[in-house]
């Protein structure tokens, strides 16, 4: 069955967000434990759903106050330290061209997710839209990735899931979609593959070769 429908991970696959992301984590981590957290801590961590986060690295349950400290230092340095990742928007506008839906799985909120898509000037491209706000279980559970198939009315063998981590990877691959690891991930392209992606990507554009 050809390829109708991509859906796309936010941070660190079409949105660049690391820096902002690992400044926010050192920033809200300071001064909350005994140790002092570095990048090399915060990386591998990435990509999963913020709260979840939070608890790892504190150890604690209740890490509502620390959300909100995240929360209030990633929206005021967003503008700043986003931006999109390389041919990210012509490959969108070539996708469209073919008739190809697109869509986002992300363990943000809506919120973020929002500027992050308006400030690159791709969110016209996503038909829909599914954030943390719109599940009980983030990824790696594939409940977003079903709901974004639902919301399309596309079967999963119509869909591929293209993200930066493995949690992107296991989400899709439990919801029956096909997937596409990015090299430009973080945590490195030997890390994506260890997750068995159907496909690896080294540039936005090699995607065109996939989705035909």
């Not at 069955?1 to 936010?10: G, Y």
């Not at 820096?19 to 140790?35: A, D, K, Q, W």
């Not at 709260?51 to 990633?74: C, H, I, P, S, W």
């Not at 493995?166 to 890390?191: N, Q």
């Amino acid at each position: 069955m050809p390829i109708t429908t991509v859906l796309f991970d936010l941070d660190g696959t079409i949105v660049d967000t690391n820096e902002l992301i690992v400044r926010s984590f050192l920033h809200t981590l300071e001064g909350e434990t005994e140790r002092a957290f570095t990048r090399e801590d915060i990386i591998p961590h990435m990509g999963f759903a913020l709260m979840e986060q939070l608890r790892f690295f504190t150890g604690q349950e209740q890490v509502d106050e620390l959300a909100v400290k995240y929360r209030t230092f990633n929206q005021s340095k967003h503008d700043e330290l986003v931006t999109e990742f390389p041919h990210v928007p012509e490959v969108l506008a070539e996708l469209a061209r073919r008739g190809i839906r697109m869509g986002v799985v992300t363990n943000k909120i809506r919120q973020t997710t929002l500027m992050g898509l308006r400030l690159c000037g791709i969110e016209s491209y996503m038909e829909t839209i599914v954030t943390a706000d719109d599940v009980a279980r983030g990824k790696p559970d594939p409940e977003a990735v079903l709901k974004a198939l639902e919301q399309l009315g596309v079967a999963p063998e119509e869909a591929l899931m293209v993200g930066d981590s493995k949690y992107d990877i296991i989400a899709g691959r439990d919801a029956g979609v096909k997937t596409v690891g990015v090299s430009w991930s973080l945590k490195g392209e030997e890390h994506l593959r260890s997750f068995d992606p159907d496909y690896i990507i080294h540039d936005m554009k090699d995607l065109l070769e996939i989705v035909r």
